[in-house]
């Protein structure tokens, strides 16, 4: 078993930046690919970012390139999300995953853990 658990959300005006971060624990957590979904009032969860084992791989949404930077800290077995310009549109509740490669974990049905969630919610 894995246990990821979000921090860093809140509420910040548009414009502004978060650095999300994810804290895991259990298994070896080095050996598992990472990554960030998210899910907007009324919508299905969709996949932000995602990160290999060894952090030389990174995969975006196409709505977060050059927006978002995903990384880890496998020390600290940690992963974090750096959101620069935050949109209204970014509002949701942000959630930590975790996969068995990176292919797996840039699919909904590919993760094998999920944290319970931090709300970012982007003021206009």
């Known amino acids: 078993q894995v246990q990821l658990v979000e921090s860093g959300g809140g509420l910040v005006q548009a414009g502004d930046s978060l650095r999300l971060s994810c804290a895991a624990s259990?298994?070896?957590?080095?050996?598992?690919?990472m990554g960030w979904f998210r899910q907007a009032p009324g919508k299905e969860r969709e996949f932000v970012a995602a990160?290999?084992?060894?952090?030389?791989?990174?995969e975006y949404a196409d709505s977060v390139k050059g927006q978002f930077t995903i990384s880890r800290d496998n020390a600290k077995n940690t992963v974090y999300l750096r959101m620069n310009n935050l949109k209204p549109e970014d509002t949701a509740v942000y959630y930590c995953?975790?996969?068995?490669?990176?292919?797996?974990?840039?699919?909904?049905?590919?993760?094998?853990?999920w944290g319970k969630g931090t709300l970012v919610t982007v003021s206009s």
């Open positions: 995953a975790a996969g068995i490669n990176l292919v797996a974990t840039l699919r909904y049905d590919g993760v094998a853990y």
């Open positions: 259990g298994r070896t957590v080095s050996n598992y690919a």
């Open positions: 990160i290999a084992w060894n952090g030389e791989r990174t």
